[in-house]
């Protein structure tokens, strides 16, 4: 199975901070990485395809890069309803695995 | 607007087989995959299966395979998993979601279902 780190595991930040994460792939996935927010007691919800492709309806102030096994997920100026936990995810072959994700918090 | 809803029972005895059913609504099931992704207490998202809608192809998690089993029902727009013999270990957020024909990324998700097994 494809491992999948993310780092940090938790961060605290304020409305108007540039939040940057990363996920780290045991093997290449190409650009087939994906990231999703994930809000208490709700489901996951897709923000980023493809490594650096904005989901419909996702604001720009998310974006991605990346690829093989190093991605970034940036949140240009953080706004309060993106306090949240945020989950990488590959699908480049079977088992599709998750990180275990950054829970990001409020300063 | 594609909407999905997991349906299934809450509580669980250890050994017995879990049951959930995904209703696909806004949209119809056919000439996508279909997947089922679970979440334990406090612990990262777990893929456990996917289908395609004519039933043609399946894929299990090996780590559950031989306990599970994904089917599909395109005359109710909707999709099942069966899990044997369950144990604590089961307890999670089952969620339900569309996969998506663009990178296999996972698009649209139900709003989950919780379940306990406890004796």
């Known amino acids: 199975d494809i491992q999948m780190t993310q780092s940090p595991s938790s961060l605290s930040a304020s409305v108007g901070d540039r939040v940057t994460i990363t996920c780290r792939a045991s093997?290449?996935?190409?650009?087939?990485l994906n990231w999703y927010q994930q809000k208490p007691g709700k489901a996951p919800n897709l923000l980023i395809y493809?490594?650096?492709n904005l989901q419909s309806g996702v604001p720009p102030r998310f974006s991605g890069s990346g690829s093989e096994t190093d991605f970034t997920l940036t949140i240009s100026s953080l706004q309060p309803e993106d306090f949240a936990t945020y989950y990488c995810?590959?699908?480049?072959?079977?088992?599709?695995?998750f990180g275990q994700g950054t829970k990001v918090d409020m300063k | 607007q594609v909407q999905l809803q997991e349906s299934g029972p809450g509580l669980m005895k250890p050994s017995e087989t879990l049951s959930l059913t995904c209703a696909v609504s806004?949209?119809?099931?056919?000439?996508?995959?279909w997947t089922w992704i679970r979440q334990p207490p406090g612990k990262r998202l777990e893929w456990i299966a996917y289908?395609?809608?004519?039933?043609?192809?399946?894929n299990y998690n090996p780590s559950l395979k031989s306990r599970v089993t994904i089917t599909v029902d395109t005359s109710k727009n909707q999709f099942s998993l069966k899990l044997k013999s369950v144990t604590a270990a089961d307890t999670a957020v089952y969620y339900c979601?569309?996969?998506?024909?663009?990178?296999?990324?996972?698009?649209?998700w139900g709003p989950g279902i919780m379940v306990t097994v406890s004796s």
């Open positions: 979601a569309r996969v998506s024909l663009s990178d296999s990324n996972l698009d649209y």
């Open positions: 806004g949209d119809s099931i056919s000439g996508y995959y």
């Open positions: 289908i395609y809608y004519s039933g043609i192809n399946t």
């Open positions: 093997q290449s996935v190409i650009t087939y």
């Open positions: 493809g490594a650096f």
């Open positions: 995810q590959h699908s480049y072959t079977t088992p599709w695995t």
